[in-house]
């Protein structure tokens, strides 16, 4: 195969995979953006719920929730199929497995700077999110509408899990490995990156919108400087545990800031 022709078939898989996962969602959320902002009301009181009930019965909430969160890693399956390698590590070219030379317990060190990559994001961020709906730019963010039942928290974290792995093995380490063979340079793919991010969280306001770029290219910048997945996956599913399953707590303690506006 030409370079030209392979060129042109990694173009129609980015396009592919893109319409399989983040691509659609970005026009879904654009779609969003524009009917809220044609709305009568007032951006800022109106709501964006992101984890709701799928059902009204909670045997079946459970079940649909399940196979929501097993269907939805459908395209992360299939960028490791696109990327698997025959030598190991076999997620090499995303950023995941044990990397060349590391000593000792390389997991621990990658897991405990995702931990510090989730406080340096996610502290800032809600301050960016109470300013940027103060300021009318945004959504009312509603991080969970799920029924209380035992099992409500563990399909919250698994909920959390899917978007991390998702997002940071889609948006950021395929796209860079994608990216780099088609001749894409660096600035030029993080930003690209960012940007995507950015584009499918606009249902939730152009606050949404701003932090999620900014988060994209600090995980960009990331990933292009260490080549490791594993510390943005951590960062994204903490960062989102902490908001789903800690929603209800900071909706009690202070209800003012949280609330949804009254309909």
């Known amino acids: 195969m030409t370079s030209a022709a392979l060129r042109t078939r990694l173009r129609w898989e980015v396009g592919i995979v893109l319409a399989l996962s983040f691509g659609a969602s970005a026009v879904y959320a654009i779609v969003s953006i524009v009917e809220r902002l044609t709305r009568d009301t007032a951006l800022s009181q109106q709501t964006a719920t992101i984890n709701r009930s799928l059902s009204d019965r909670p045997v079946f909430d459970l079940v649909s929730q399940l196979l929501a969160f097993a269907f939805g890693l459908a395209p992360v399956a299939l960028v490791v199929y696109l990327l698997w390698s025959g030598a190991r590590p076999h997620l090499a070219r995303l950023g995941l497995g044990r ?49 209380t039942a035992w099992w409500t928290v563990p399909v919250l974290v698994l909920q959390a899990l899917r978007a991390a792995l998702s997002e940071e093995l889609i948006v950021v380490a395929y796209l860079c490995e994608r990216f780099r063979r088609l001749g894409i340079g660096t600035w030029a793919t993080i930003v690209s990156s960012a940007l995507l991010r950015g584009s499918y969280h606009l249902y939730q306001g152009f606050g949404g919108f701003i932090g999620n770029v900014i988060m994209g290219i600090v995980f960009g910048w990331a990933y292009q400087r260490w080549g490791r997945a594993l510390p943005l996956i951590v960062a994204h599913w903490v960062l989102d545990i902490v908001s789903f399953a800690g929603y209800p707590l900071a909706l009690a303690l202070w209800p003012a800031l949280f609330a949804a506006p009254a309909a």
Do not use: S
Not at 111 to 139: D, E, H, Q, R, S
């Open 99 to 147: 990397p060349p030379h590391a000593v000792g317990a390389w997991w621990g060190r990658e897991i405990g700077g995702g931990l510090l990559l989730a406080a340096a994001i996610g502290i800032p961020g809600i301050a960016f999110y109470l300013f940027a709906k103060a300021i009318g730019i945004n959504t009312t963010v509603v991080p969970t509408a799920l029924d």
